[in-house]
């Protein structure tokens, strides 16, 4: 050792300190128990015990979010300086969780990925099975409840099939060294249990920048542009997540992932000379105060973007400055859970989210609605949509024609042999949607909207002939869309991004399979609603909400 190198010191990355907010509650006593050997305490956690647990998580958080968020979207109504559109969609989104508490009907109809990420000290004794367990439990959750199948097995490289399991699901399971004041002595496995939906995961970006960006004006110009660029896809408002640095691009993505679920919320806020990991709370305020700026709001103008913002800063590699961004959007979906020798714990979830909705009319949340009757010919309901301007928020009766990505691509390939549009996207607007399971007694499954640009590349072809002359999904298009629809006479309306419970329970009356059955939550459906909300965001002359709030600032620093 030369006299220039430093003594060598152990830090975590990650050093988190003690939580001392999560509240638990008991799931089973079953299953554990602890073992005297060597002078030394184990616990001892049967295969059991973690499918019931993995069971119990996933139940939980398809239904219920935590007390803090529900809190947050409370403040939203409440404030006088929100926009009508930011209350009236934090409203939805309180009906939504009140409606999703009574374990019928989950939150979100992408009930997502399955994520796991566990830790164990060294004296958790299992029997080593512990994914096969914890898949089991998963596996139980979504054949049982009424949940949505979304997981593609590639049967070869091209060609795709539904598991119809929900599995795989992605779980990673890691040592923990026990050795943390913060964590006590005794063993202990602890797990971080997520439910990740298309929408918010197609939102996690890896930008790869270097040092020039660690300057106040540079990084605040770059995430001026790049939290524009998140839209509205992801179903804000949104938990942001910003991460800069990393030892490497997937660390620095698994910590945005991590940050996101304010799993990290116990980092120190200040750095060292050792290396490890802080959180900004400072910049965190400003990034925070850039987002209610941007005009976006809650999906439809308004202040409420973001609920709020984590910034972790890490150590890099000097040639690499890789910068991380991530959301968790309204469908909030994370539970911690721990086994300890006094049992199985998870995380206790609001069990009573109705008690955060105030006494309130839709009159009083948001400007004008106008009524649209779809039970017209196309051309009468393109008529009234023409004389509204953008942002003007409808409520739409009538039926409508639900078709996503896979029945699209299936009519495009009869366009292009030279058969003609089907009749029922000439008649109906089209609403871009999959549905969750239909549980007994109800007319649908939870039915909220998917991503309108993953549908994006059809629409002039479809429009051409015919066709999606009013579409009807959640986020932003693309400027091809909105050309297609000034040149077309089209319309593209936005519907809230989140509340798919509500939707089934309130606004969905019948649903019924057109065409393609057997692509199951994929095919083309009729399905008739009742007082479904929508905003107009593109219009027949060009108008796009988004087009208004999609500019950077060109003066901006942070301090």
């Avoid at 150590?315 to 690499?320: K, L």
Wanted: hydrophobic share 35%; aromatic share 8%.
């Amino acid at each position: 050792m030369t006299s220039s190198t430093p003594p060598f010191e152990y830090t975590d990355v990650l050093p988190k300190g003690q939580d001392t907010e999560t509240e638990y509650r008991l799931v089973t006593s079953d299953g554990v128990s602890v073992v005297e050997a060597a002078g030394r305490r184990f616990l001892e956690v049967s295969q059991e015990a973690l499918t019931t647990l993995a069971r119990t998580a996933i139940t939980d958080i398809q239904h219920l979010l935590r007390t803090s968020h529900l809190q947050q979207l409370r403040s939203i109504v409440d404030d006088p300086e929100a926009s009508g559109n930011d209350r009236f969609v934090a409203m939805d989104l309180l009906r939504n969780a009140a409606i999703s508490a009574g374990g019928v009907l989950p939150m979100c109809q992408d009930t997502g990925t399955a994520i796991t990420i566990g830790k164990r000290t060294e004296g958790v004794l299992t029997g080593g099975a512990d994914e096969e367990a914890i898949s089991r439990g998963i596996f139980e959750a979504y054949r049982d409840l009424n949940l949505r199948y979304s997981q593609m097995a590639p049967v070869n490289f091209w060609e795709e099939r539904n598991t119809g399991t929900n599995l795989p699901a992605q779980i990673e399971l890691y040592h923990k060294d026990g050795t943390d004041p913060a964590d006590g002595t005794d063993p202990s496995y602890e797990f971080l249990f997520m439910a990740k939906g298309g929408g918010s995961a197609n939102k996690t970006f890896l930008y790869q920048e270097t040092k020039a960006v660690l300057n106040p004006k540079r990084l605040a110009k770059f995430l001026d542009e790049k939290l524009r660029g998140l839209g509205t896809a992801a179903c804000p408002p949104y938990h942001l997540a910003i991460v800069v640095g990393g030892m490497s691009a997937e660390y620095n993505l698994k910590v945005a992932k991590l940050a996101s679920a304010r799993d990290l919320d116990t980092l120190p806020t200040e750095g060292s000379p050792l290396g490890h990991g802080f959180r900004d709370t400072d910049l965190e305020e400003q990034v925070l105060e850039m987002t209610r700026q941007f005009g976006i709001g809650a999906q439809f103008g308004g202040k409420y973007f973001c609920h709020d913002v984590r910034v972790i800063r890490l150590p890099r590699h000097g040639a690499s400055c890789p910068v991380g961004i991530a959301v968790s959007c309204s469908a909030d979906r994370q539970a911690k859970a721990k086994i300890t020798a006094d049992g199985v714990f998870i995380e206790q979830l609001e069990r009573d989210p109705a008690r955060f909705l105030p006494e309130v009319t839709d009159e009083d949340l948001s400007d004008e609605v106008v009524p649209v009757d779809l039970n017209r010919p196309m051309d009468e309901i393109r008529e009234q949509l023409s004389q509204l301007p953008v942002k003007t928020r409808l409520s739409l009766t009538g039926p409508l024609v639900v078709a996503r990505d896979i029945a699209h691509s299936k009519i495009a390939e009869r366009l292009e042999a030279g058969e003609e549009m089907p009749q029922y996207l000439r008649d109906h607007p089209v609403y871009y949607a999959g549905p969750a399971k239909t549980p007994d007694g109800y007319a649908s499954g939870s039915f909220g909207p998917t991503t309108a640009g993953r549908m994006d590349s059809y629409v002039s072809q479809f429009q051409a002939a015919g066709g999606s002359m009013v579409m009807l999904a959640k986020g932003n298009r693309s400027k091809q869309v909105t050309e297609s629809c000034r040149q077309q006479g089209g319309f593209y309306l936005g519907s809230i991004g989140g509340p798919a419970a509500r939707l089934a329970q309130d606004c969905i009356t019948s649903v019924e399979v057109l065409e393609y059955a057997e692509l199951g939550m994929e095919a083309v459906w009729k399905i008739e609603v009742e007082d479904f909300p929508a905003f107009i965001v593109i219009d027949d002359k060009g108008g796009d909400f988004f087009a208004e709030t999609s500019e950077p600032v060109l003066q901006i620093s942070f301090r």
